[in-house]
């Protein structure tokens, strides 16, 4: 198995600190290591002239505490230099398999 290592994104809820009580998400990326478990590419069609490329990738990452608090606010993986969406989250403690999708546009 291929073993991962990269910076997982979060969409972590702040407030702005005005009285609206309007939160905002605020981006944050943290490093984790992890194993490959499925490593499938595949192409669909898209509205463009050029095929669009989606992962059908799950990831078992090692959870620390902090992940297993937020793990529902992970919006991506990054992988290659590219940020993947990160489509399902499995928590399978003291792991969470992540199920990468198409590319991040957050």
């Not at 499938?40 to 463009?48: D, Q, W």
């Not at 090692?62 to 937020?70: I, K, Y």
Request: avoid cysteine.
């Amino acid at each position: 198995m291929a073993r991962f290592a990269g910076m997982v994104g979060f969409a972590l809820a702040k407030d702005p600190g005005d009285d609206n009580d309007v939160w905002v998400e605020e981006m944050s990326e943290r490093f984790y290591r992890g194993t490959v478990l499925q490593n499938v590419k595949r192409y669909e069609s898209g509205t463009g002239v050029n095929d669009n490329v989606v992962l059908n990738e799950r990831v078992s990452i090692v959870a620390d505490r902090f992940f297993l608090e937020h793990y529902g606010a992970v919006r991506y993986v990054v992988k290659g230099g590219v940020k993947w969406k990160v489509t399902s989250v499995d928590p399978q403690r003291p792991r969470l398999i992540l199920t990468l999708g198409d590319v991040y546009n957050g």
